[in-house]
């Protein structure tokens, strides 16, 4: 079994350090891996990135994150990806990490992804060039995800993982009003996972949403922004498929 632990919404800043490191000093006792699921900094600079990496480095379980919104606010996104990957993070984007966890190939893929709303209610690429560049964004987010899961399905992982900020399903937005969920996520971050597979998909984003929910085609979402998990990260199972199925898992292909 496989122990995924996970949180998102972090924001820390210039006084947060050592906030959540003693916390994150117990995984090597409850988990086998850490994703971060974005909006890790407060605005997005360097020296918020720095205080990220102090609370994850030198960790006893591999760290993998997305960025959020947040860690794009100050146009500093590349120097805070530096600064996590200097602290042994894998940063992703459209890109993908298999890990060695305890002789199990566990695959994680990545992207922040963006808005744009779910099936029926969503944005189209038509219009003035602003909403085309909206939505197309949305969409090189969500097929950068897909080329990622279909990586470590080549690569032969035997559980895969897909980490974003952006929520794929408006499940896990319940909470939140109804006129904010096109900028809170989209159905193609679904699609992509639905048709590449998955075991596991992992968000932030939705501060005011639902820990639980379910793409169309099986695959279990949890939504681990801090403020909806109350703790300092969440801990799910995963089972390889050779063994019998425990809680967390959805349907592979």
């Not at 900094?41 to 205080?51: D, K, L, M, N, Q």
Request: with cysteine; charged share 20%; net charge negative.
């Amino acid at each position: 079994m496989i122990r995924v632990a996970a949180v998102g919404d972090i924001h820390l800043g210039a006084g947060s350090a050592g906030v959540l490191r003693p916390a994150f000093d117990t995984l090597g006792t409850c988990a086998d891996l850490l994703l971060l699921a974005g909006d890790l900094t407060r605005h997005g600079t360097r020296e918020e990135a720095r205080v990220v990496a102090g609370e994850v480095a030198g960790l006893p379980v591999p760290v993998v994150a997305v960025l959020g919104n947040h860690d794009y606010q100050s146009d500093q996104e590349t120097a805070v990806a530096h600064e996590l990957t200097a602290a042994g993070v894998h940063v992703l984007e459209g890109t993908a990490v298999a890990l060695d966890v305890g002789g199990t190939r566990v695959g994680v893929a990545g992207t922040k992804g963006f808005g744009g709303g779910f099936a029926g209610r969503c944005g189209s690429e038509f219009g003035e060039p602003e909403m085309k560049a909206f939505v197309r964004l949305t969409h090189r987010c969500a097929e950068g995800l897909g080329r990622a899961l279909r990586e470590l399905r080549d690569q032969d992982c035997a559980l895969r993982i897909a980490l974003t900020h952006f929520a794929p399903v408006p499940d896990t937005l319940a909470g939140e009003p109804l006129e904010i969920y096109p900028f809170l996520g989209s159905y193609l971050l679904a699609e992509a996972m639905d048709e590449e597979g998955a075991d596991l998909a992992v968000h932030g984003h939705a501060h005011s949403g639902t820990e639980h929910g379910m793409t169309a085609g099986g695959v279990r979402v949890r939504n681990v922004a801090m403020p909806v998990i109350d703790r300092a990260f969440a801990v799910y199972h995963l089972t390889p498929p050779d063994r019998p199925q425990a809680d967390g898992t959805g349907p592979r292909r």
